[in-house]
């Protein structure tokens, strides 16, 4: 049972444009979201969150976005760079959980 | 402040043998989780430990698998009598609260291949 979905594997944008990463969950108890980007061979580093009481967290370059009646979010990064290139994941909590649910991750291609 | 250390980043076994890995989280966090990702798949919850107490540990198999935080000293992931489906990234991942209220903190993983 997947509870936290990132369908699209992986993603190629130009460099300088925008890139959207989508993720949907189907908990509906899920009130705690973040992003992670992953190199080969690296641990996952933290990207953003957003809690449930928000739509919207920015911070620089990236931005999560957060619909909660669709449950779903989308990370948008803009301008991508090269160094961008990685993998994605999306992961999830319910209060009164203790775990992540993590997605099965987008692998964005920024071109230059 | 050092992050999240994970050891051996790299363990090759025979089929049989047990795999040890070790983490020690980051200073001042007591919250310790460990996750598989096997190949071309996403990361998979495994257990969730503080010190001394296993919280959670709905994602792990339930035999041959077990993990510990003791009071001193690293948390240990152990695998007994591994088998060539346990060849995966294990990542340990430590936060000063329990989840939803940060971040975790990721190590770089270990690497295990089982021959």
């Known amino acids: 049972d997947q509870q936290v979905k990132q369908n699209s594997p992986s993603l190629s944008v130009q460099e300088g444009r925008i890139s959207i990463l989508n993720c949907d969950y189907t908990n509906s108890m899920f009130d705690y979201f973040l992003w992670y980007k992953k190199y080969p061979a690296e641990g996952p580093t933290f990207l953003i969150s957003i809690s449930s009481i928000k739509d919207k967290n920015e911070d620089g370059r990236f931005t999560v976005f957060l619909n909660k009646s669709a449950k779903h979010l989308s990370l948008h990064i803009v301008p991508s760079q090269p160094g961008d290139s990685a993998v994605y994941f999306c992961?999830?909590?319910?209060?009164?959980?203790?775990?992540?649910?993590f997605g099965t991750g987008t692998r964005l291609k920024v071109l230059a | 402040n050092a992050g999240v250390m994970q050891n051996p980043r790299h363990l090759v076994r025979r089929r049989g043998q047990e795999a040890r890995l070790r983490c020690s989280p980051m200073k001042g966090h007591s919250h310790v989780y460990w996750y598989r990702q096997l190949p071309e798949e996403g990361l998979k919850f495994m257990v969730y430990l503080q010190k001394e107490n296993i919280i959670d540990e709905s994602g792990m198999p339930k035999e041959r698998f077990s993990a510990e935080f003791p009071k001193e000293g690293p948390s240990i992931l152990r695998i007994q009598q591994v088998v060539r489906g346990d060849s995966a990234a294990y990542f340990c991942?430590?936060?000063?609260?329990?989840?939803?209220?940060?971040?975790?903190?990721f190590g770089e993983g270990s690497r295990l291949t089982v021959l």
């Open positions: 992961a999830a909590s319910a209060t009164g959980t203790y775990k992540y649910i």
């Open positions: 991942a430590s936060s000063p609260g329990k989840a939803g209220t940060g971040e975790l903190f």
